[in-house]
């Protein structure tokens, strides 16, 4: 326990537990349930080092344990910082506003004017380092009631400081330049160890060196891409919204190609952010996924939105005629397309086809093909067979014949002579 509380436990054993009453069992004092958490912790310090130990001598991977030690090993130490800085007295603020401790530790310290020349003798001080200021206050002992505090001397921001790790002749002490309102002041701050004084310098400067290097804050879609239905002819506008820094880059893509600026496709980009996709004159090729894709040194994220054109139904590949050998199945094939998707029909002629065990149908709907097959034919199944297409903007048909061949007809057939299409 930090030697600040020495004070107050003895004060509590002498004025509280001397008042006890004897033929109680005796209660422990203060300083027993202060000590249980950190000697928990010390515990816990020396399990996971065990562990980490084992699984190195079986060259098994560290890096969860290590990082679980790091922050054990960090809650007292961040403990004590807090501490300290609650001691601090008449800043001008609140010392909530100045964040978390990273350090805080005894120096003596010299303060002057630059080129001024040096007391013989530097001031004991305490020295706080924030994640963006670095605070001076001067220790203050009460010795009527054994406490300790930190008066506030002075204040400065890290990017406004400059530091010099090398004092001739005292391999323990380090420069500070502060500059503030055209003024500047030099504080030469002498730790006790030249180890203390190193680990002090890095990470000053580490800090300084990230405060320096620009913010970057991966890209995010604040407003994604929705979905979206149209209709032959209108114009449609997919939008979202991109921030980050530095500024994202954005492109389009539609089912993973890029989308190229033209009269059909207009993209537009503002200053906030907004992107913008209009199609005009939509087609029914413009039906697909589409994605926004925002870009940047920091990351990248991408939005998806699809768009359905809905257009009447229609054969891409008419049906073609099919031909059945004895034992074989036959089977009529075409490709279609429509949007909603069209409900599908096929009639013998004209007689609409119910029998399951007989006619099996088929449908791919990314690619649009349809397959009617006839289970084992005969000459009753020779006829018109036809496919009917059905949506809410239209209707279309096609037709074939199903004709008896020869085993040899049909080869000389599939070898390149065109088949009869009834529509």
Known sequence: LSSLFYVFFQRYTDEILTNEDPSQPLIPPLQHYL???INRIQQYQTII???IRNKARNSQNCTLLEQAYAVVSALTRRAENNLHVSLIENYPGTLESLGEPIRQGHFIVWEGAPGARMAWKGHKRHVFLFRNYIVICKPKRDTRTETYSYIFKNIMKLNNIDV?????GDDRAFEIWHEREDLVRKYLLQARTVNIKNSWVKEICGIQQRISEPVWIPPDFEEELADCTAEL???????????????PSVSWYKDGKPVEVDPHHIIIEDPDGSCTLILDNLTGVDSGQYMCFASSPAGNASTLGKILVQVPPRFVNKVRNAYFVEGEDAQ???TIEGAPRPQIRWYKDGVLLKDTSKYQTFSEPRSGIIVLV???PSNEDMGHYECELMNRLGSAKSGAELYHHSAAALTQERRGDQAITIE
Do not use: R
């Not at 010099?164 to 001739?168: H, S």
């Not at 506008?237 to 500024?247: D, F």
């Open 233 to 247: 002819g209108e114009t449609v506008k997919l939008a979202c919204k991109v921030t980050g820094a530095p500024k």
């Open 332 to 334: 009529f094939t075409c």
């Open 374 to 376: 006839v289970k084992n």
């Open 164 to 168: 010099n790790d090398l004092v001739e």
């Open 35 to 37: 000590e249980k958490p």
């Open 49 to 51: 080092k065990e562990l």
